[in-house]
C-alpha cells in the first residue's frame, strides 16, 4: 500500500529557512504529526516522514535544508519516545551520522545535538549503531571546531552512561574499533580514547583483563605522549589494569602480553621503560614459571638497564628488582636429567646464554657483575644442563680477568670456580685436596646487586647463602689454570699487576695446594718454552706464597708436614721453581731442606750474577727477617747447630755485595751466639740436613743445574738480540 505522507508547504518551507527560529518551529509541528502517527501506530507513515527528510533535507545541497532535516529528525525521535523509536532506529541515526563529516563545522555541530537527542530517548537501542557511532566520535573529538569537539564530548558521556548501564553490550565490539585506533598520535584523539579505556576499565560487567593483549602494546605508547593530560590518564588506566591482573592472575594470558611488555621496557622514554619494567616484577611474580620462556627477551631489556650510573635511580631499583625475582625461578628441578628436553623447552638457555655473552661485551660494569651472578645462580641450580652451553660461556668469561674492577674479577673467579668444580663436568684423574668452599652466591657488598629488601616470594632459607660445597674438580680446572697463564703472558701488565690479587682469590676457592699444583704442572719443567715468563710467574707464585694469608695453610703444610703427598708437591713445586732459581731457595729454606738449600746457593755460583738475581737475593733477606720464618731464625739457636742451615745463610751471605741486606744479614748471624754456650738439643728434636727423606734431592739438583743452564743461554741470545738491534740504529 503506497503511503501518501507528505509535508506542508508551510512546515517544508521554515525547514528550508536559513533561521534557527523558523527551523525548530518546523521541526515542533513534524513532532506532533509523528507523535498522532505513533498513536495511531502508523509506523508505515512515521518511515514515510523519515524518509522524506533524508531525501529532501539531508541530502540536500542546501546547506540549511540540511540543518533543518537534523532538528527534524531529532523531533521524530521525540515524537517516538524510547518505545516507538526503536523500530525507526536506523532511518533516525545513519543520516545524522553521515552529517558528522560535512564539510560546515555547523552542520558537524548540529549533528552532535540531533544524534545526542536521539540516543537520550533510545538508550540501548542505538548501540546496534555502536560501530558508526564511535567513529564518528573518534573524528570529532580532534574537530579544528571547538564547539564542535565541545558538542562531541556531550554525545561522548551519553554514549558512555548508555554503555555502562547496558550489561548486554558485548565489550568485544568496543575493544576491535580501538585497537588500530589506539596508534593514532593525534592528541584529541589519544585523549578520546583513553577517555573510554578509564570508561570499560570501570565499568564491573566487563572483564577487562580478557582484552588486555589487545589493547596493552598501544597504551604503552600512548604513556609517552607529550601532554600531561593524557599522559596521568594513562598511567591511571595502566595502573588500574596491574591492580586487576594482581587480583586475578589465573585470568591473565601472560604469555600474549610478555614480549610487549618487554619491548617497552626497552624504550627510549623513562616513563614507559619505567612502568613496563614495574609490570616486568609483576609478571614475573605472578606468572613464575609460565613466564621463563621468555627469560631471554626479559634478560635483553633488564641488563642494560643496570648500566644506569646514578644507582638511586627508581628505573635502575626495578630492574635490579626484576632481575632478581626472575633469577629466583630458576631451581634444581630444571636440571633433573630425564626431563632434560622438556626443561631446555621450558627454560631457554641457549638464547639466555647468547644474551649473556652479548652483555659481558659491555663496558659498564654493573651488566657484568650481573651476568657473572646469573651465571653463577645457573651453575648451583641446573649443573648439568648449563653444562651443554659451558663452552660458549667459558672463553667469554676468562676475558673478564683483565677487568679493571676488582668486584668483576672477584665474582669472574667464583664464577671459575663453580664451573671448575661442577659435578657436571668431567673429573680429573688426578690427585685433588677435597675441601669446602663457601659457594659464589655469597653477596659482595661493594657489588650487590640485589638486597634483602627485594620482596620476590619465597627465596628460599636465608642460610643458603652460606651453603659449602666439596670440591671435586674436573676438565675446566685444567682449562682454567692454563688459560690464566695465558692471559699473564699474553698481558704483562696484567701479570704486574692483578697476578697476585687473582692468584690469592682463586687458592682461597679451589684450595691453594689444587691451585698451586697445577700451575706448576702447566709450566714447562725443561725449559723447552718461554723461559723468561717461566722466570717471571714463578717468582710471583713464590711471593704469594710466602707473604699471601690466604696460602697459611698451604704453608705450614710444606714447612710442616713429613708425608709421601708432601714430598710429591714439593717436588712439583721444585721443578717449576727452578726457573727462578732464588725462588728454589726459598721454597727449600721453607721446606727445611737446608743441605739442598746449601747446595743450590753454591752452583749459583757457576752461573752469571744478573742484576735480577741479585735483586731477588736481596729480597730474600728481608723474607728471612719476616714473621714467616721466624722458626728458620729460631733454629739458629739449636745445639748442635743446623750446619746446612747456617751453612746456607753464610753461602747467602757471601753471594750478596756488601750493602743494607749483606749487613742486615750478617748483623743476624753474628747475633747467633757459640753453640757451646747453649744447651744441647735433644737428639730427637735434632734437624737433618734435609727434612723431607722420601724425596731424591740428587735428581732435583740435577733439573736445578739443567734449567739454570737453559736460562743462561737464553740470556746469552737476549744480549746478541740486542746488540744486533744496536748496530742496526748506528
Request: contains cysteine; glycine residues 2%.
Amino acid at each position: 500500500m503506497t503511503s501518501t505522507v507528505t509535508l506542508s508547504a508551510a512546515v517544508s518551507r521554515m525547514l528550508h529557512d536559513k533561521l534557527y527560529e523558523k527551523r525548530k518551529i518546523a521541526a515542533l509541528e513534524i513532532e506532533k504529526l509523528v507523535k498522532s502517527y505513533a498513536k495511531e501506530n502508523c509506523h508505515n507513515e512515521i518511515s514515510n516522514v523519515i524518509e522524506i527528510l533524508r531525501v529532501e533535507y539531508i541530502l540536500s545541497q542546501n546547506i540549511n535544508s540540511r540543518k533543518g532535516g537534523l532538528i527534524a529528525l531529532a523531533a521524530c525521535t521525540i515524537a517516538l519516545g524510547s518505545q516507538d523509536a526503536k523500530v525507526h532506529i536506523p532511518g533516525l541515526l545513519k543520516p545524522v551520522i553521515a552529517c558528522t563529516t560535512d564539510p560546515d563545522s555547523r552542520m558537524r555541530y548540529f549533528a552532535c545535538e540531533s544524534l545526542y537527542n536521539t540516543v537520550k530517548v533510545a538508550r540501548s537501542d542505538t548501540l546496534i549503531f555502536f560501530n558508526e557511532l564511535f567513529d564518528a566520535l573518534s573524528k570529532l573529538s580532534s574537530d579544528p571546531d571547538q564547539n564542535v569537539r565541545a558538542g562531541s564530548e556531550l554525545l561522548d558521556r551519553l554514549i558512555k552512561d548508555v554503555v555502562t548501564e547496558t550489561p548486554s553490550f558485548d565489550a568485544t565490539i568496543l575493544v576491535e574499533i580501538m585497537r588500530n585506533k589506539l596508534y593514532t598520535k593525534k592528541q584529541y584523539t589519544r585523549k578520546f580514547l583513553v577517555s573510554w579505556l578509564i570508561c570499560l576499565v570501570s565499568i564491573p560487567y566487563i572483564d577487562i583483563i580478557v582484552y588486555l593483549p589487545d589493547l596493552i602494546d598501544p597504551l604503552f605508547l600512548i604513556l609517552g605522549d607529550t601532554n600531561m593530560e593524557i599522559q596521568s590518564t594513562c598511567q591511571q588506566i595502566l595502573s588500574e589494569l596491574i591492580q586487576k591482573i594482581k587480583n586475578n592472575p589465573e585470568k591473565t594470558d601472560f604469555p600474549k602480553m610478555t614480549n610487549l611488555i618487554v619491548v617497552h621496557s626497552q624504550s627510549s622514554d623513562n616513563l614507559i621503560k619505567e612502568t613496563a619494567l614495574k609490570w616486568l616484577v609483576e609478571f614475573i611474580q605472578l606468572a613464575k614459571s609460565v613466564i621463563l620462556p621468555f627469560a631471554s627477551g626479559i634478560l635483553s631489556a633488564i641488563l642494560p638497564t643496570l648500566a644506569y650510573d646514578d644507582f638511586s635511580n627508581s628505573i635502575w631499583e626495578t630492574a635490579k628488582k626484576a632481575n632478581h625475582c626472575l633469577m629466583l625461578l630458576i631451581t634444581n628441578e630444571y636440571d633433573v636429567r630425564e626431563n632434560m628436553e622438556k626443561n631446555e623447552i621450558t627454560l631457554p638457555l641457549a638464547q639466555m646464554i647468547e644474551v649473556f655473552i652479548d652483555h659481558l661485551k659491555f663496558k659498564s660494569t654493573p651488566p657484568k657483575i650481573a651476568v657473572i651472578r646469573w651465571l653463577n645462580h645457573l651453575l648451583v641450580k641446573i649443573p648439568f644442563l648449563f653444562f651443554k652451553h659451558v663452552d660458549a660461556v667459558f672463553k667469554e668469561v676468562m676475558q673478564l680477568l683483565s677487568d679493571n674492577s676488582n668486584d668483576l674479577v672477584i665474582l669472574t673467579l667464583e664464577c671459575l670456580a663453580e664451573i671448575a668444580s661442577s659435578p657436571a663436568g668431567i673429573t680429573i684423574n688426578r690427585k685433588v685436596i677435597a675441601t669446602v668452599k663457601p659457594s659464589p652466591r655469597l653477596n659482595h657488598k661493594s657489588s650487590d646487586l640485589f638486597d634483602s629488601s627485594d620482596n620476590c616470594g619465597d627465596g628460599g632459607d636465608g642460610n643458603e647463602m652460606m651453603h659449602l660445597t666439596s670440591i671435586h674438580l674436573n676438565t675446566y680446572f685444567i682449562k682454567a689454570i692454563d688459560r690464566i697463564l695465558m692471559i699473564f703472558k699474553e698481558n704483562p701488565l696484567l701479570l704486574e699487576n692483578r697476578a697476585s690479587f687473582i692468584i690469592r682469590q682463586l687458592s682461597s676457592l679451589l684450595n691453594a695446594e689444587n691451585v698451586y699444583r697445577a700451575m706448576a704442572e702447566a709450566l714447562p719443567s725443561d725449559g723447552s718454552k718461554d723461559v723468561r715468563f717461566c722466570a717471571i710467574i714463578v717468582k710471583k707464585l713464590n711471593g704469594i706464597l710466602m707473604s699471601s694469608t690466604e696460602l697459611v695453610e698451604l704453608r705450614d703444610q710444606l714447612k710442616n708436614d713429613y708425608s709421601q703427598e708432601n714430598c710429591d708437591l714439593f717436588c712439583c713445586l721444585y721443578k717449576s721453581w727452578c726457573h727462578n732459581p732464588i725462588a728454589a731457595v726459598t721454597l727449600c729454606l721453607l721446606t727445611q731442606n737446608y743441605q739442598h738449600c746449601s747446595a743450590l746457593l753454591h752452583q749459583l755460583a757457576n752461573y752469571e750474577m744478573t742484576v735480577d738475581l741479585l735483586v731477588e737475593t736481596d729480597k730474600l733477606v728481608q723474607l728471612i727477617e719476616s714473621p714467616i720464618f721466624a722458626y728458620l731464625r729460631l733454629q739458629l739457636l739449636e745445639s748442635p747447630p743446623r750446619q746446612y742451615l747456617v751453612k746456607s745463610l753464610y753461602s747467602l751471605l757471601m753471594l750478596l755485595p756488601q750493602g743494607r741486606s749483606f749487613d742486615t744479614l750478617h748483623h743476624r748471624l753474628n747475633s747467633v751466639p757459640n753453640p757451646h754456650s747453649l744447651p744441647t738439643t735433644d737428639p730427637s728434636e735434632s734437624g737433618d740436613p734435609n727434612r723431607l727423606k722420601d724425596v731424591n734431592f740428587s735428581e732435583l739438583f740435577q733439573h736445578f743445574t739443567t734449567i739454570q743452564v737453559v736460562h743462561a743461554a737464553e740470556r746469552r741470545k737476549n744480549r746478541l738480540r740486542s746488540t744486533n738491534t744496536t748496530d742496526d740504529h748506528h
